[in-house]
């Protein structure tokens, strides 16, 4: 292993120690809605889903005040999700009270509401960054997310955004999976023709609804190409990068992004969900033990200091599987989202630490 990629790994080992003890709230994850005007085969919001039980529009004004008071929100980013973020109709009150307020904040979006109006709108009430989805070509898109005409419609939205000038950062994001990966070099040719910040590539989780596909995850073959896809693109001095979802040990580490990977769930990052659920990465299954109060009754500073040590441990620890494993002191067993809470048999969840001669523990 080369001395600065060891002395980056140390580092960051070093600073996830810390973190357990003194956690540091960086992102703010608000989830708006579960509603969708999508149907992603790996998502689980809907266009059918319910809003009753939704927090209302006080309610989100009150969490902003209370988060303005205990925080220091010069340091936080909050990131809106959803489902569809836009479809809320009190969405631009909300998010005008919250930069008001004194509030960065981003948003991901599947970008089919985004008209030159709405594009507006969103720099007018202090939108900083945006992730729009792209998930193949058309066809392909349009098939994964269940919306004909959704690629024609975000393609609107990424332009509308970017025409808007307005922006910190305009990014697109595409999950990869083991039919998309062959359009990759074809979708890099439509973002060299689009003026974005960057291009945030990750890999299908089997998580969730996906875990209905099992034909559609990655093999080891998808994954090795996925990594020289991005650190081919990365040499040639382009903004490609893998998102945060695993540890990828040494060869690739800081040569698919531009950082040293830590699950921040619990150290940087905590949400609240479309119910007031208060948890910490959206990323991670809704298991009532991982769901640590709820915003109506609880005060997110008492949740994140005094309840989340859940988070805050090395889950390597946990598992016979890991115990052992040459990467787990930083790789700490991987991500929350992919952790086997079960104990129903794990595999590596990092798929491409190891080197060919020692990789038989991954299934692929
Ligand atoms: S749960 Fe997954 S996506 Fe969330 S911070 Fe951890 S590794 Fe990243
Ligand atoms: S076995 Fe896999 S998940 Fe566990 S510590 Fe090693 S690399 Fe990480």
């Not at 939704?54 to 220091?72: G, P, W």
């Not at 919250?98 to 969103?122: C, D, K, P, V, Y």
């Amino acid at each position: 292993m080369k001395r600065e990629t060891l002395q980056g790994l140390e580092r960051r080992e070093s600073q996830v120690r810390a973190l357990y003890q003194f956690p540091q709230l960086r992102q703010l994850f608000l989830e708006l809605t579960l509603r969708c005007n999508e149907h992603c085969f790996h998502c689980g919001s809907s266009s059918t889903a319910r809003e009753e039980g939704h927090l209302t529009t006080q309610e989100y004004r009150d969490i902003l005040d209370q988060v303005k008071a205990d925080f220091d929100i010069r340091e936080i980013q909050l990131c809106i999700t959803g489902g569809e973020p836009l479809l809320r109709p009190d969405f631009f009150d909300i998010m005008s009270y919250a930069h008001a307020s004194g509030f960065h904040w981003g948003m991901t979006s599947n970008g089919t509401l985004i008209t030159q109006e709405t594009a507006h709108r969103l720099a007018r009430c202090g939108m900083g960054t945006i992730s729009i989805s792209i998930d193949g070509l058309p066809e392909t898109h349009d098939r994964l997310r269940g919306f004909p005409g959704g690629y024609a419609l975000a393609m609107r939205g990424i332009e509308n955004l970017i025409r808007e000038d307005a922006f910190h950062a305009v990014q697109v994001t595409t999950v990869v999976n083991h039919e998309n990966i062959r359009e990759l070099d074809a979708l890099f040719e439509i973002m060299l023709g689009l003026d974005i910040d960057s291009w945030r590539v990750i890999n299908l989780e089997p998580i969730g609804r996906a875990l209905e596909h099992p034909d559609l995850m990655c093999t080891r073959e998808d994954y090795r190409r996925l990594f020289a896809f991005i650190m081919e693109k990365r040499n040639e001095g382009y903004p490609v990068e893998y998102g945060c979802s695993h540890y990828l040990g040494p060869a690739y580490e800081t040569k698919t992004r531009d950082w040293y990977w830590m699950c921040s769930a619990g150290l940087f990052v905590a949400s609240i969900m479309a119910n007031g659920d208060i948890g910490a990465c959206l990323d991670i299954e809704r298991r009532p033990e991982l769901i640590q109060g709820n915003i109506r009754t609880d005060r997110l500073r008492d949740v994140w200091y005094n309840r989340f040590e859940v988070f805050r441990r090395d889950l390597s620890a946990d598992s016979e599987y890991c115990r052992g494993c040459e990467h787990a002191r930083f790789c700490r067993g991987d991500g929350h989202h992919s952790w086997d809470y079960d104990q129903k048999g794990r595999e590596c969840a990092s798929r491409t630490c190891c080197s060919e001669s020692d990789a038989s523990h991954l299934k692929n």
